[in-house]
């Protein structure tokens, strides 16, 4: 079947945390690359930890592993700081409006599925995303989180008409996004992987930015790296 929509995740693929606002919470500069770098890092360790049956690591796992690389002082206390809302959310990855806009204008159907407290609807607000995508799924307001396939499934209800083998999901975790959306039935499963962390996924790109001619198999999954 062809593909009719594309849900994504939001965090690491369409938006990161603001730098200068963290960095004013924190009392500290962060650089843009620096940042950019740092979450793929921790997204890649975190979700491996969880492929591998380590379920007990949480988000502030994450969060420490993150500040640790950025080189915070005290990282593990720097994480319980730094929440979802509040704008901290708010930073949009470069080309994605664009890559959203291509993939729009081949027809398909765009919205997201996004772990979060709540506060990922407004974070897309203020990023200048939001008009993008139909719907917006926040596991806080549904009480499923991925990788569980019921978040996925109400994502393919929301679309209506649409099933699962006519979806595509795109995220930043190999466990999270790629595996739970597999898991749900859904027909293709891609990982933004900018920093090529991940080589052994037949379906990733650097960014969404390259995502609709990758949907139209007109480049490989290692261009681009």
Request: aromatic residues 10%; contains cysteine.
């Amino acid at each position: 079947m062809a593909v009719k929509a594309v849900l994504f995740d939001a965090g690491g693929t369409l938006v990161l945390q603001h730098p200068d606002l963290m960095g004013r919470v924190l009392g500290v500069e962060l650089e843009p690359d620096a940042c950019f770098e740092a979450h793929y890092l921790a997204m890649d360790g975190y979700s491996r930890l969880w492929s591998g049956g380590e379920r007990r690591y949480g988000w502030e796992w994450w969060l420490e592993h993150y500040f640790t690389t950025l080189g915070v002082p005290s990282p593990a206390e720097a994480g319980p700081r730094i929440r979802f809302g509040h704008g901290m959310w708010s930073f949009p990855l470069p080309g994605v409006e664009a890559g959203v806009r291509r993939i729009l204008d081949r027809g398909l159907r765009c919205a997201v599925i996004s772990n979060s407290d709540g506060s990922i609807r407004d974070s897309l607000e203020e990023a200048g995303l939001s008009h993008l995508f139909e719907f917006v799924i926040d596991s806080a307001e549904v009480g499923f989180k991925k990788p569980d396939p019921e978040i996925f499934a109400l994502g393919v209800e929301q679309l209506g008409g649409v099933s699962p083998q006519e979806v595509a999901y795109v995220g930043d975790s190999v466990f999270h996004d790629v595996a739970g959306a597999r898991r749900a039935g859904y027909a293709q499963a891609w990982l933004v992987d900018p920093l090529g962390l991940n080589l052994d996924q037949t379906r990733r790109v650097p960014s969404v930015a390259e995502l609709a001619e990758a949907l139209d198999g007109r480049r490989t999954p290692d261009s681009g790296f």
